[in-house]
């Protein structure tokens, strides 16, 4: 754990479909910061150890797995952008953001719930979706799970029904840092 007072750290948070990916790229860019994101990471396990394409329980375990992977690497990191859907109720998971320590920002993408199912069926039925991804629909109880923001630190709602202003963000992440 690194709680040096310099570290500084972005989740990118939300439910499946929210948008996470398309906030968090441009913003790590912008803020000249590493990007650590959960489907690559679960993607390359998969690949790694032979993961069996459309196995439901296996494709989770590849996400938690991804996860942890992505926490252990971003406490190497003292400036890093996380994008994953993290379970705001998992209080392992919370525990494990707590310690990375430092200056915590939430950006916590959000949009309605059909749209995040809309999103989510469409980039499922891709012919380019990574074997790794078993699931193809998003059902209400499945969204429940992520029906807040992780809430450690300062929390940014972000609505991404529009495509969201990276040098505002950027700014109101900087405000957060200073206050």
């Not at 754990?1 to 913003?27: F, H, Q, W």
């Not at 859907?85 to 320590?101: D, S, T, W």
Request: glycine share 6%; with cysteine; aromatic share 4%.
């Amino acid at each position: 754990m690194n709680s040096d007072s310099a570290r500084r750290v972005v989740l990118v948070t939300g439910a499946p479909g929210a948008g996470k990916t398309t906030v968090a790229e441009p913003l790590a860019a912008a803020l000249g910061f590493a990007l650590l994101s959960k489907d690559p990471i679960k993607e390359a396990l998969f690949d790694a150890l032979d993961g069996c394409a459309g196995d439901l329980a296996q494709s989770r375990k590849f996400s938690d797995a991804a996860i942890a992977v992505m926490l252990a690497l971003a406490a190497q990191c003292p400036q890093v952008v996380l994008e994953a859907n993290f379970h705001p109720h998992n209080v392992h998971e919370r525990e494990r953001i707590k310690n990375l320590g430092g200056k915590i920002v939430e950006a916590y993408c959000s949009c309605p719930p059909d749209e995040m199912a809309r999103r989510f069926a469409e980039r499922a039925a891709s012919t380019r979706r990574h074997p790794a991804h078993a699931l193809k629909s998003l059902s209400p109880e499945l969204l429940a799970e992520y029906d807040g923001p992780i809430g450690i630190g300062t929390v940014i709602r972000i609505v991404t029904l529009r495509p969201v202003s990276t040098s505002e963000l950027v700014r109101r992440i900087r405000e957060a840092w200073s206050g």
